[in-house]
């Protein structure tokens, strides 16, 4: 199973920080990736960033890149955190990790989703 959840409060003033977790229950044979992705309504799911079981292999979407950090804990690589900096309100969507195979930027390479967790970027 796949858990994301929020490091703080849901709603945040554009330019805050806001750190996101995936902790993953229990690893499946081969899911060797974790990615988080983003949707708002009517829109398709965005890639965001992913990183490998080994933390050697991670990708980031140019819109986040700079802005957003994908970390593995050292000590349990179930954890994979987002940290996100500078916040804009166009960041505001729910927000989901996953688990695959591969560090992929595409969502059907990814099996396991946790159930999301809404953040919103507003004055």
């Known amino acids: 199973e796949v858990h994301c959840r929020r490091l703080g409060g849901g709603l945040v003033q554009p330019g805050a920080s806001l750190r996101l977790r995936c902790k993953i229950s229990?690893?499946?044979?081969?899911?060797?990736?974790t990615g988080w992705f983003r949707q708002t309504p009517g829109k398709e799911r965005e890639f965001l960033a992913a990183?490998?079981?080994?933390?050697?292999?991670?990708?980031y979407s140019d819109s986040v890149k700079g802005r957003f950090t994908i970390s593995r804990d050292m000590f349990n690589k179930n954890i994979v955190d987002l940290q996100m900096n500078s916040l804009r309100p166009e960041d505001t969507a729910v927000y989901y990790c996953?688990?695959?195979?591969?560090?992929?930027?595409?969502?059907?390479?990814?099996?396991?989703w946790g159930q999301g967790t809404q953040v919103t970027v507003s004055s």
């Open positions: 996953a688990s695959g195979t591969v560090v992929a930027n595409f969502d059907d390479m990814y099996r396991y």
């Open positions: 229990s690893r499946t044979f081969s899911m060797d990736a």
């Open positions: 990183n490998s079981w080994s933390g050697e292999t991670i990708e």
